[in-house]
């Protein structure tokens, strides 16, 4: 069993209140940064640490905060991004809904390392009990006196808000956040200018996910360089997944780094194997826009070593051969799965999520859709493979935010992956369009 | 001042222009198309992606290559920027789907399209485009809407440049449209139905590419090629009006009024609704002469001169400047 540096009280009755949280080691960090530490200091324990963000991109959050600009006399601010949407993934839901003094805690610490005296939790919209939860937890810090002038007689001053967003995927972009957050339509900005360096109000401003910021709490109690010590490589730490899909045990992981998948997969101690004893077809390893990967290339690098739940282990091979452990999202799907209709699945919700700003996302995702629900229902022609795949060529890289690659990666990955299984839909629609219908392999294209 | 190469032309900017500018102050062929960007207009730019360059390197301090194009027209130039546009076989393909990607939900009825003849998007197809569509499935569609007794939009032909949005936001007290919903959903609009009424609303008439926002004054009277541009201008009472503005003739008549536009079809000084819409007689102007038009454009065909062409002045381009896209075999009908 791994070690659990954000969850291990998290089945604690009454964690959620200051005084429970409190009596299982909450807010050391708190005191140890304010009291002991300078903000740089903080800075360089998580340099140290080697923490990589976990909202989904892996960028090193310590390195994030060295770029914050910091001209004198204007305010910076830091913000935690809790928009969590992508499909698969909801770790950070269940991390503040059961551990808010955790994310509380974290942001005050991180504050101050930033030198920050005004922080923001944008929550997503849908969560609403959530908001309440942590509204609560913020009440009871401030009543204690960790938020609010004057932090244990420190001098420091912070007042940390949550905000709901409305509901839009997108607005989990950290400029279509800011924007939002500024009370504006959430669409992405152009950058540069980065948020570093114009971000919130055009303030220097960080944004971080909530685990990124959770992770703050150890690693300013242990120090950094404990917390580097577990993982593999560039990849330390604990990371939570969310594991989901035809599992036996589907639920929330968390795994240190270098696990290996198939360990994850088959072991007892975290998913127990794909229900009803069936095979395993296909993983999306970290939320629904990273490329899928058939059950040879998620468990086996293509070189032949195993794979690891790593961010560089994951990635290996490139998008040819690999995949990235993203934001955790894990997926897991039997061998009854429609690989087409699971494409077409995701390509719905970029459709539906595309802020419609850029041209190529907004009417790429859009054709994406429509094209996979041709193949899906039966009436797909055999240039629609390579119309897709260019059309999914043709988003990728040219959008204003990510969300134009997140919907193009995951029907490129299939087509490269899955190919067979598209052709079987345009020559065989009738058994593919029947209800329940499950692939027979490539010697039916024979 | 920043020096850059673009195309492998040299030129001197001041800091901060972006790459798109610097491109104009050389001007001719290698300027890349824009379709949102607006340079009287805060704010607007990056979102159409028809000016996407390649950075072959970021600067003379940093002299690697950019991971992705860039949008040239929001991308502010560094000293020793090298850029890439008509030279760059990636940045002519990226451009042609982009083409592709604007046109997919956009109506290809340009023969009954008001704004035929002086369209940017219709210029912007022609020139970097590709002459088949991959595209089956159903185009978006909306109803016409009168926003007001003077103008009227088509949402179908909308491409969502947001120019008029920035216009009404910087030009006008209160703005009342806006884009709502996500996506390919999304629409200019006025949520509770609404009219655009100020003095300075007949300029989102000006500055939008297509034929969404359309002069109901003006609307089918006559094809803009048929009609003569004249420059004239008036002491208009408005204090932020100009005044200066094109009288379109038609025999004697005077068909509509716009302002001036310069040759990438911007409007550096605009004019009131009562210039716009009131003042349709000869006598209510001072006439100038004929109006240049130096955009590349049908209307300058039928006229004064010889229609200014987009010349290459780079030697060598890439094969693909004057190919189809290479993925896009042309589509059977019938298929």
């Given at each position: 069993m791994g070690r659990k540096l954000l969850t291990e009280h998290i089945n604690v009755e009454g964690i959620d209140t200051f005084e429970v949280y409190r009596k299982h080691g909450g807010y050391r960090s708190v005191e140890k940064a304010i009291k002991t530490m300078t903000p740089d200091e903080v800075v360089e324990e998580v340099k140290k640490s080697g923490l990589r963000g976990r909202g989904g991109a892996g960028f090193p959050t310590g390195m994030k905060w060295s770029f914050l600009a910091k001209p004198e006399g204007v305010p910076r601010y830091l913000v935690c991004n809790a928009d969590e949407s992508e499909p698969g993934t909801f770790k950070d839901r269940q991390l503040m809904s059961k551990l808010p003094h955790l994310l509380v805690e974290g942001m005050i610490t991180s504050s101050y390392a930033l030198g920050a005296n005004t922080s923001y939790i944008y929550i997503r919209g849908e969560l609403l009990y959530v908001l309440r939860i942590l509204e609560k937890a913020i009440a009871e810090a401030y009543a204690n006196g960790f938020l609010g002038k004057n932090i244990l007689g420190s001098g420091y001053d912070l007042d940390l808000y949550v905000h709901p967003g409305g509901g839009a995927y997108i607005c989990g972009e950290e400029t279509a956040l800011l924007e939002s957050l500024e009370g504006k339509r959430g669409n992405p900005r152009n950058k540069p200018p980065f948020p570093a360096v114009q971000g919130l109000y055009a303030r220097p401003t960080v944004v971080n996910n909530v685990e990124s910021i959770a992770a703050v709490v150890p690693i300013v109690n242990d120090g950094g360089d404990e917390y580097a010590k577990i993982g593999v490589g560039k990849s330390t730490g604990t990371k939570l997944i969310s594991a989901c899909g035809h599992l036996n045990k589907p639920g929330i992981y968390e795994i240190e780094l270098g696990v290996p998948v198939e360990e994850f997969i088959y072991s007892d101690e975290y998913c127990g194997g794909i229900w009803k004893g069936r095979d395993l077809k296909a993983v999306v390893a970290g939320g629904s826009s990273v490329p899928i990967l058939p059950k040879e290339l998620i468990l086996k690098t293509a070189a032949g070593e195993n794979r690891l739940m790593t961010y560089e282990s994951l990635s290996d091979g490139g998008f040819v051969t690999g995949t990235m452990l993203g934001s955790g999202g894990f997926i897991a799907m039997d061998d009854t799965t429609c690989i087409v209709r699971n494409t077409w699945n995701f390509s719905r919700f970029y459709h539906h999520e595309s802020c419609g700003q850029c041209s190529p996302c907004r009417e790429g995702t859009g054709w994406l859709e429509k094209i996979l629900h041709r193949l899906e229902h039966g009436h797909?022609?055999?240039r629609d493979i390579d119309v897709l795949a260019s059309v999914a060529k043709q988003i990728e890289g040219n959008t204003i935010c990510p969300l134009g690659e997140a919907a193009a990666w995951p029907v490129s990955a299939a087509i490269r992956h899955f190919r067979e299984e598209f052709e079987w839909h345009i020559r065989y629609p009738q058994e593919a369009t029947r209800p329940g219908a499950v692939f027979p392999g490539k010697a039916v294209l024979a | 001042m920043a020096k850059i190469t673009f195309d492998g032309i040299e030129v001197e900017v001041p800091d901060g222009t972006t790459i798109l500018n610097a491109a104009r102050a050389i001007g001719g062929g290698i300027v890349p198309p824009a379709m949102c960007y607006y340079t009287p207009l805060k704010g607007s730019g990056g979102k159409c992606r028809a000016c996407l360059v390649r950075v072959a390197a970021g600067s003379a301090k940093d002299p690697r290559p950019m991971p992705k194009l860039v949008a040239s027209c929001v991308t502010p130039v560094q000293d020793g920027m090298v850029v890439e546009n008509t030279t760059s076989e990636q940045v002519l393909n990226v451009r042609k789907g982009i083409v592709e990607m604007l046109l997919i939900n956009h109506p290809l009825d340009c023969p009954v399209c008001d704004q035929a003849g002086e369209c940017d998007l219709q210029n912007f197809a022609f020139e970097h485009g590709v002459s088949t569509t991959r595209y089956e499935e159903e185009r978006r569609t909306f109803e016409k809407i009168d926003i007001g007794p003077l103008i009227q939009l088509h949402?179908?032909?909308?491409?969502?440049?947001y120019r008029c949005v920035y216009t009404a936001d910087q030009l006008t007290e209160q703005r009342v449209h806006g884009v709502l919903g996500r996506g390919d959903a999304a629409e200019i609009g006025t949520y509770i139905e609404n009219i655009i009424d100020n003095e300075f609303s007949g300029n989102v008439i000006d500055v939008c590419p297509v034929g969404a926002l359309t002069d109901k004054t003006f609307r089918f009277k006559q094809r803009v090629w048929f009609t003569k541009p004249v420059n004239a201008h008036r002491d208009c009472e408005n204090p932020k009006c100009c005044g200066n503005v094109v009288l379109w003739y038609k025999g004697k008549d005077v068909l509509r009024v716009t302002a001036r536009k310069d040759q990438y079809g911007e409007v550096k000084e605009w004019i009131c609704n009562t210039c716009r819409f009131d003042k349709k007689e000869t006598s209510d102007w001072t006439i100038e002469g004929p109006a240049h038009i130096d955009r590349s454009s049908v209307i300058s065909a039928n006229h004064y001169e010889l229609p200014v062409l987009n010349q290459s002045i780079v030697a060598d381009l890439p094969e693909s400047s004057t190919r189809d896209l290479e993925q896009n075999p042309p589509m059977r009908l019938g298929n």
């Open positions: 797909g022609s055999e | 949402m179908t032909r909308c491409i969502l440049c």
